[in-house]
C-alpha cells in the first residue's frame, strides 16, 4: 500500500526541505492561507530559500485535523498548525531536525504520538492512488505534476496505441464508474466509440450531488492535471475532439485550479491541436452548474448543459454514450473515474486489477464523517470491511460510545447496523445489505443516533431535491417524509411501517432515474434492521435514543442540583426556575427542548437529562 511518506520526493532538489501545507478546503476553513504565508515570510526573513520550499497543496485528506503541514523528504507530520507555530518549525529543521512535540498527532486508542505520515494511523491502512499526489504538489503548477510523471500515460497512448488497444486495456483493468452505478468504464466507452454520428463528447462529472462528501472537489482542487489527462486519453479512445467539466458553482478553489490547470495544459501542448505530433487534437471547457442533487444523474446533467433551466432525468434507452449531449455520443465519467484512467494507462491493467474484489476492482475514496475520531478523505481498496475503515482508519467512535450504524452511499445510501461491521465494502456487498456506493459518503452513527429521525433527515433532503417529473419520486418521497415525521412526534399508527414499505417498493420501482430508485433506501434500510425502534415510536411514543423533540422532556435530578443559576441563565425562554444555591425546576410548557441547559450544566454536577414522558 502506498501512503504519501512512501511515495516519490519532493518535486524539489534533493539538498532541501520541502513544507507542504495542505490547501484544501477543509484546511482553508482553519485559515490555512496564513499558516502559508507565514512560513514562506519566515523562510524569506531567514534567507533560507535555497534550503526550504514552501508549497501549498491539494488536500491531504486528514480533514478534521487540519491546518495539516507534512515535511519531506522524512514526512514528518504536524497537525493544527497556527501561524504562531511556525517559527518553531523552521528552528526545529536547522537544529538538528528537532521536533515539535505539541503538534503531533496522538492516537486516540494508543494515546501514542506519530512523528511521521506513515505513523499515522488515519493513513496506514489507506492505498492513496488518485489522492497520493495530492499533498506532493501544487496544483497551481504543471511543472510539480510533470515531476512526478503526469502525462506519460497520455503520451504512451498517443505515440504507441490504438484507440481499441487502450478500451481494451480499460476493460482488464475492472474500472468501474466511481459515481454509484459502477458501470465498467471500458465497456462505456467501447459502446460510445462504436455509436454512429459526430461529433463525441466527454463530460466529466463533478458535481457530486452528495453535499456532504467532496471527494471529486478535493482531486479537481489539489490533482487537477490527471484529471484532464485521463479526460485526454478518454477523448482519444472514443473519438471525441471536445470535453466538458460540469462543476457546481459552490466550488470556487476547485473551478479556479481547474481552469489554471486547463490553460497550463493548453500552453503546453497537452490540450489543443496535435498533441504530441499525434494528428489528435482536444479541447476542455468547464460548465458550472447550480449543484442540483438530481444532476448527479447524467441525462439531467446533460440537460444542464444544454442550458435547461430545470433539468430533468430523460427516458433510457437511448443512453447518453450513443445519444447523448446535443443528441451526439457521449461519454460522461465521474472525477474519480477519469484520474484513475492514467495510473492504468502507466502501470497496466495487471497491476490495476490485482487490487480489490472479484468483481470491484481498484481503490474507492470515501468521505468519513459522523461519530467518529478521524474525519476527512480516505482512500481505500475495494473489499476492505467497514471496521477497517471506522476503527483503524477511523480511529473508533468518540468518547468509548458504542457503534450503531453507518450509512453509505450518500443521501440516498442505506444505513448498515453493528451486525455487519465485517462487511467487505464493494460494488455488490453494499446493495445485497440495501445500501450502495454512491457517490462515497460514508456517515458513522454511535448508540446516541435515533434511526427514524436519520430517515426523516435524508428524506427531507430528498424530497426537496427531486426534479418533480416522476410522480412516484415528487409524491412518494413527500408522503414517506409526512409519515416518518409523523412517526417522529409521536402521532403514527399500527399501519405505517407497512405503508412506508409498500410506498418504498412503488418509488424505487417507478421512478425514472437514480435519485427516485434509490430515494427510499434510508427508510427502508433502517426498518429493515431498526424496525424495534419504529415500532417504539409507534406503540410506546418514546424515542430510545432521546432524540426526537416530541417525545422528550428535561428535567432536573434534585439530588445533583447545586442552585448554581448556569442553566437558568442561559436559558433563552426563562422555562428554568430556582434561586441561588436551591434546586432549580422546569416548567415543561415553557421548555422548547434546545438541550442548552444540558450542555451549560458544569460537568462536576451533571443534573440534568432527557428522559421519556409518561405517557398518559
Not at 85 to 93: M, N, P
Not at 308 to 334: D, H, I, Y
Request: one cysteine or more.
Amino acid at each position: 500500500m502506498t501512503s504519501p511518506g512512501q511515495r516519490k520526493r519532493s518535486v524539489t532538489r534533493a539538498d532541501t526541505y520541502c513544507i507542504s501545507v495542505c490547501g484544501g478546503t477543509g484546511c482553508h476553513a482553519y485559515h490555512c492561507e496564513k499558516v502559508s504565508n507565514a512560513f514562506i515570510e519566515e523562510v524569506r526573513k531567514r534567507n533560507v530559500q535555497d534550503t526550504i520550499e514552501i508549497k501549498t497543496t491539494g488536500c491531504h485528506g486528514f480533514c478534521e485535523r487540519g491546518p495539516i503541514v507534512v515535511i519531506f523528504p522524512e514526512g514528518i507530520f504536524y497537525q493544527r498548525v497556527t501561524p504562531e507555530d511556525v517559527g518553531e518549525i523552521i528552528d526545529g529543521l536547522l537544529n538538528g531536525k528537532k521536533i515539535v512535540e505539541r503538534l503531533l498527532y496522538v492516537d486516540p486508542v494508543t494515546d501514542e504520538r506519530a512523528v511521521h505520515v506513515d505513523d499515522v494511523s488515519f493513513y496506514k491502512k489507506q492505498h492513496r492512488l488518485v489522492l497520493g499526489s495530492n499533498g506532493r504538489i501544487d496544483p497551481r503548477k504543471i511543472e510539480d505534476y510533470v515531476a512526478l510523471g503526469g502525462y506519460q500515460a497520455l503520451k504512451k497512448v498517443l505515440t504507441g496505441m490504438t484507440p481499441e488497444q487502450v478500451i481494451e486495456e480499460i476493460t482488464k483493468s475492472g474500472l468501474r464508474g466511481r459515481g454509484g452505478a459502477g458501470f465498467l468504464t471500458g465497456k462505456k466507452w467501447e459502446i460510445c466509440r462504436k455509436a454512429a454520428g459526430a461529433p463525441k463528447y466527454v463530460v466529466c462529472n463533478a458535481d457530486e450531488g452528495d453535499p456532504g462528501a467532496y471527494m471529486d472537489r478535493s482531486v479537481l482542487e489539489g490533482n487537477p492535471h490527471s484529471v484532464l489527462e485521463g479526460m485526454i486519453i478518454g477523448a482519444y479512445a472514443i473519438g471525441a475532439a471536445e470535453g466538458i467539466v460540469y462543476v457546481r458553482t459552490e466550488y470556487p478553489l476547485a473551478i479556479e485550479n481547474l481552469g489554471i490547470a486547463i490553460d497550463h495544459a493548453q500552453q503546453n501542448n497537452y490540450l489543443g491541436e496535435n498533441i504530441f505530433d499525434s494528428g489528435f487534437g482536444f479541447t476542455v471547457r468547464i460548465c458550472q452548474g447550480a449543484g442540483a442533487f438530481v444532476c448527479g444523474e447524467e441525462t439531467a446533467l446533460i440537460a444542464s448543459i444544454e442550458g435547461e433551466r430545470s433539468p430533468e432525468p430523460r427516458m433510457r434507452p437511448p443512453f447518453p454514450a450513443e445519444s447523448g449531449l446535443w443528441g451526439k455520443p457521449t461519454n460522461n465519467n465521474n472525477v474519480e473515474t477519469w484520474a484513475n484512467v492514467p495510473l492504468i494507462i502507466d502501470k497496466g491493467h495487471a497491476w490495476y486489477a490485482h487490487i480489490g474484489t472479484e468483481k470491484s476492482k481498484g481503490t474507492k475514496i470515501f468521505s468519513l464523517v459522523g461519530k467518529v475520531n478521524n474525519t476527512g478523505l480516505v482512500e481505500v481498496p475495494m473489499g476492505i470491511t467497514l471496521r477497517e475503515i471506522i476503527y483503524d482508519i477511523g480511529g473508533g467512535i468518540p468518547n468509548n460510545k458504542k457503534f450503531k450504524a453507518v450509512q453509505t452511499g450518500g443521501p440516498s445510501g442505506g444505513c448498515i447496523p453493528v451486525t455487519l461491521l465485517d462487511l467487505p465494502v464493494d460494488y455488490e456487498k453494499l446493495t445485497e445489505v440495501g445500501s450502495m456506493m454512491g457517490s462515497g459518503g460514508m456517515v458513522v452513527m454511535d448508540e446516541d443516533t435515533c434511526m427514524v429521525d436519520v430517515a426523516l433527515y435524508f428524506l427531507s433532503f430528498l424530497k426537496d431535491e427531486s426534479c418533480g417529473k416522476c410522480v412516484s419520486c415528487r409524491e412518494g418521497t413527500e408522503q414517506m417524509y409526512e409519515i416518518v415525521k409523523r412517526i417522529t412526534e409521536g402521532n403514527g399508527t399500527e399501519g405505517d411501517i407497512g405503508l412506508l414499505e409498500n410506498l418504498g417498493r412503488v418509488v424505487k420501482t417507478a421512478s425514472l432515474c437514480g435519485l427516485g430508485q434509490t430515494a427510499a433506501n434510508p427508510v427502508l434500510s433502517t426498518m429493515r434492521y431498526f424496525r424495534d425502534e419504529y415500532s417504539a415510536h409507534i406503540k410506546d411514543r418514546k424515542c430510545p435514543a432521546l432524540v426526537c423533540k416530541a417525545l422528550i422532556s428535561y428535567t432536573i435530578d434534585a439530588e445533583l442540583c447545586r442552585g448554581c443559576t448556569i442553566c437558568a441563565k442561559k436559558c433563552p425562554t426563562g422555562a428554568i426556575r430556582g434561586e441561588p444555591k436551591k434546586v432549580h425546576t422546569i416548567d415543561q410548557s415553557k421548555c422548547i427542548k434546545c438541550g442548552i441547559c444540558i450542555t451549560s450544566c458544569p460537568e462536576k454536577f451533571g443534573a440534568i437529562r432527557k428522559v421519556s414522558p409518561v405517557v398518559v
